[in-house]
């Protein structure tokens, strides 16, 4: 199976900063999107931003303009640059890849999740 693995969560106080990284298994170009989503206690799992693979970068309106994705020039890891961070950006955090064709399913691929908690 296709494996992604997030690192780089952690504990912060508001305002701060913290970098997201996912490594897949294979280059993220199989892919045709990327993305970060998250998912805090009780809560349905929302998308933090998505990257179109040849495309654009789409963000959720609750991070635009602190959160950044890029990608690294291996082509096996995707970022995410958090910053200016506020109490409710508090979550688990999930790296996906999706892939999709006319020919089969969308097949959804996920990291194990890493917990991102901004406190003072």
């Known amino acids: 199976q296709v494996q992604l693995v997030e690192s780089g969560g952690g504990l912060v106080q508001p305002g701060g900063s913290l970098r997201l990284s996912c490594v897949a298994s294979e280059r993220i170009f199989r892919f045709n999107t990327m993305g970060w989503f998250r998912q805090a206690p009780g809560k349905q799992r929302e998308l933090v931003a998505i990257?179109?693979?040849?495309?654009?970068?789409d963000y959720a309106d609750s991070v635009k303009g602190r959160f950044t994705m890029s990608t690294y020039n291996d082509e096996n890891t995707v970022f995410l640059q958090m910053n200016s961070l506020k109490p409710e950006d508090t979550a688990v955090y999930y790296c996906?890849?999706?892939?999709?064709?006319?020919?089969?399913?969308?097949?959804?691929?996920w990291g194990q999740g890493i917990q991102v908690t901004v406190s003072s």
């Open positions: 990257m179109i693979i040849g495309g654009g970068i």
């Open positions: 996906n890849g999706r892939l999709f064709s006319t020919l089969a399913p969308v097949r959804d691929y």
